[in-house]
């Protein structure tokens, strides 16, 4: 089925992700994270019609789902890129051009302060530290490790991501 806006699916097919999901579960609302957890993995992001279908089936008021899903910096309510690029700025990364690469990523990809590009093609994301130091500066895409990043390795590492 095709696809609608940003990238969500019709709403038949979310219904019924969504209720697979939550059957995995057991139906257990103490399983509310990791349903969300995997609806976001499956969609991208937390379409609002799932959360619905979440607080109906299991029975949880809407605005607790809400809490959890904007607590958790994994989780989004907003459409996610195919794929998610972290740029580490912690002490070691930053002295060796991570704040350079991550505004070298920002013009690049049109995304001041993070964000997602309109493709739906990735994500930004500065992190403080992911205790790779002796790898710095750093840029993590889809859990691939890229270290030692000079700015003129960001395109060719671009593309491997399509």
Request: with cysteine.
């Amino acid at each position: 089925m095709a696809e609608g806006r940003h990238g969500e699916k019709p709403m038949d097919e979310v219904l019924d992700t969504v209720s697979e999901i939550i059957e995995r579960h057991g139906y257990r609302d103490s399983s509310l994270l990791a349903v969300l957890q995997e609806i976001q993995e499956e969609f991208r992001f937390l379409p609002r019609k799932a959360l619905l279908q979440v607080a109906r089936t299991l029975d949880i008021p809407l605005t607790r789902i809400y809490g959890v899903a904007t607590f958790y910096k994994a989780l989004s309510l907003e459409p996610r890129g195919r794929h998610t690029i972290r740029v580490c700025l912690g002490t070691a990364c930053h002295v060796r051009g991570g704040a350079k690469i991550l505004d070298f990523l920002e013009n690049r990809l049109h995304l001041q302060g993070g964000g997602t590009t309109k493709d739906l093609r990735f994500s930004l994301e500065s992190v403080n530290c992911v205790g790779a130091c002796a790898l710095g500066p750093l840029v993590i895409i889809d859990n691939h490790y890229h270290g030692n990043v000079r700015l003129g390795d960001v395109e060719s590492i671009l593309e491997e991501y399509g």
